[in-house]
Structures are given as structure tokens and as C-alpha cells.
């Protein structure tokens, strides 16, 4: 079967058997993967010590081919998932830390998402693999990892799906194809959601999308999607005394930008988030197949053949977001 492979620092097209099926889990026939930007800083980071041990691709949408699970799961089932789950017993776990579970880092799909086949395993199946809505186009259904990340974010801001968040208001700074889902995200808490970015045209898709950016504003919540220092000013700029600044990327000089006199006598509360954890699979996979989130014509079709010029694609901003047709 076909695969993707770093190889000597590009994407290449190479010949794997098929993954066989030696215990419980399932064998999934991939449909499509949707490149994301976290793969993009692997190929960039990447050497010769590191490149063995890269796995690209994780936005997955599949039909299950072979199945041996006590799930629900049957053979013929279309599913998008996730790549990593948690052990739900260690510290991390205990903390709701579960991107940092040293399980959920060493777990992932085998060989890697761009590929004709992968398997997973039974705790793929029971924490991060969902049935999707066949009304959704395939490319849509892959939004369910990179959406989920968005949520945790969002539930790491404070905000509950639970609760009224009418009365909050939060900018996403940088609009590209997970700084739009963020802001899809933030809308479907009910948080009033605005968005900033330097490009004229991410600024014109977010208004389209009925985003906007209010410059006589102060808000409660400020996103960094940009791999930019240069946003943490825009940040400062725009959140309210006391807000809160929820750091979504990382950036090349990574010890610039940040005030620390500002946010100490401002109380402003600096918070990460990286990785989704089952709870946030799960919501994704509901917002999808309820269409509560809409992420309909976000996506540029390329065929595996043509994986290295997706990559060259999106480096070069040509693109919004990159599906890979499988």
C-alpha cells in the first residue's frame, strides 16, 4: 500500500504492506487526511536522527475494513478520529492534564494518516473514533481532531458548554484554518466571537463567515493562532484587565514578545492548550454531525500522489486548508 514517509526532509511516497490486524482494534481503509499545520512543523524541525520517527497525518476520515473489538463498530462503518488517547490514571490524568499523559504521547495510529491504510487499536476505538453524519462531505467529517483541539482551548478559556457565555467576548488572533475553527468553536459556546488578522483575505473570509474585529473593544478572552511573537502585542492590545490570553501555537522566536510588568500589574491569566481530550472528541463529533459547527468548502483537494505539493502549497500560503484524497 502507499504511504508517507520523511524522507532526507520531503514528503515521499513509499510502499508498505498493509497493517495487519494481530489484536483487538480495527484496520481502516482511509478516504482522506487533512494536513495540519502541526505537520508542517514537524517537516520543518525535522533531521536526519529525528525524520525516522516522524508520523505524518492524524486528520483522518476512514470506512472500517477489518474490525475485532467489543465495541459498536462494525466492518463498512464511515469514522473520522482522533490519534492519541490517555491512560486516565496518572497525575496528568488526575489533573485533566491529558495531553501531557506520557500514554496519550506514545499512543498514535499505525503507520501514519496519510496512507492507504492504518491501524488502530481498541482504545482508539473506545475513546476517539466516531460514526459521522453521511450527509457531511468527507472532508468535513476530518475536522473532527483539529476541531477538538480547538474546544479544549476554548474549555481551558473557562467557557462551558453548560453555561450561558452571552454576556463573554473573545478575539482569535490569526485566521487561518484553525484560527476559523476556533472562532467557529467560540460561536458554538455562544461566546460572542471576533476575529483579527493581518491578510486582508483571511479578514474578508472571517466577515463572510459573520466575523468581524471591533477596534474600540476590549475582550474578556484573546486566542493566539498566529505562529507569530508579534500577535502577543495585538493580545495586550485588546484584552480587557484581568482577561485572559490562551497561547494556541508556537512561534519561531519564542522568548520575545511577552511583558511581564503588563501582565503582572494588569492580573492577566496566560493559559496554553495543545491537545484535545476525549471529552473534546466527543463534542467535536457532535457539533459536526448536528452541523452546530459548518467547516463546508474550507478545504483544497490534493491526491496522495500529490502530497509533497500540498505541503510546498501551504508553506507558501497559496491554500486555506489541504485535504488529502486517499
Known amino acids: 500500500m502507499k504511504s508517507a514517509k520523511l524522507i532526507d526532509g520531503k514528503v515521499q511516497i513509499i510502499n508498505l504492506e498493509k497493517p495487519i490486524l494481530d489484536e483487538k482494534g480495527a484496520i481502516i481503509k482511509v478516504l482522506g487526511c487533512g494536513l495540519c499545520g502541526s505537520d508542517l512543523v514537524k517537516i520543518i524541525h525535522s533531521n536526519k536522527q529525528t525524520e525516522k ?44 492534564s491529558y495531553s501531557m499523559c506520557r500514554t ?23 475513546y476517539t473514533v466516531y460514526k459521522m453524519n453521511d450527509e457531511l462531505k468527507n472532508d468535513e467529517k476530518a475536522f473532527l481532531e483539529p476541531l477538538s483541539c480547538c474546544i479544549r482551548a476554548v474549555r481551558r478559556a473557562g467557557f462551558d458548554i453548560k453555561n450561558d457565555n452571552s454576556d463573554f467576548s473573545a478575539l482569535t488572533i490569526g485566521l487561518g484554518s484553525i484560527g476559523l475553527l476556533m472562532l467557529k468553536a467560540l460561536r458554538a459556546f455562544k ?3 471576533f476575529g483579527f488578522d493581518i491578510s486582508p483575505d483571511r479578514m474578508k473570509k472571517a466577515i463572510d463567515d459573520g466575523f468581524s474585529l471591533d477596534e474600540n473593544k476590549k475582550y474578556d478572552a484573546v486566542f493566539l493562532t498566529a505562529g507569530n511573537s508579534k500577535a502577543i502585542e ?26 511581564n510588568n503588563e501582565i503582572y500589574y494588569r492580573e492577566l491569566s496566560i493559559i496554553s492548550s495543545y491537545s484535545p481530550s476525549p471529552y473534546d472528541i466527543e463534542l467535536s463529533a ?6 452546530i459547527v459548518n467547516v463546508k468548502g474550507l478545504s483544497s483537494h490534493y491526491t496522495l500522489d500529490n502530497l509533497a505539493k500540498a505541503v ?15
Open 234 to 259: 495585538t493580545a495586550l492590545k485588546y484584552v480587557i484587565d484581568g482577561g485572559k490570553i490562551i497561547v494556541f501555537s508556537s512561534v519561531e522566536d519564542d522568548l520575545k514578545g511577552f511583558s
Open 286 to 291: 457532535k457539533f459536526l454531525n448536528e452541523k
Open 191 to 193: 461566546v460572542q466571537a
Open 104 to 126: 496519550f504521547k506514545h499512543s498514535n495510529i499505525f503507520p501514519s494518516g496519510f496512507s492507504e491504510y492504518i491501524k488502530v487499536d481498541e482504545n482508539h476505538l473506545k
Open 53 to 96: 520517527n516522524i508520523v505524518l497525518g492524524h486528520e483522518v476520515v476512514g470506512v472500517i475494513d477489518e474490525i475485532n473489538s467489543i465495541s459498536d463498530f462494525k466492518k463498512g462503518d464511515v469514522v473520522a478520529l482522533g490519534h492519541h488517547y490517555p491512560c486516565f490514571n496518572c497525575e496528568y490524568c488526575k489533573n485533566q
Open 312 to 326: 510546498d502549497d501551504s508553506f507558501n500560503n497559496k491554500i486555506f486548508k489541504a485535504y488529502i484524497e486517499v
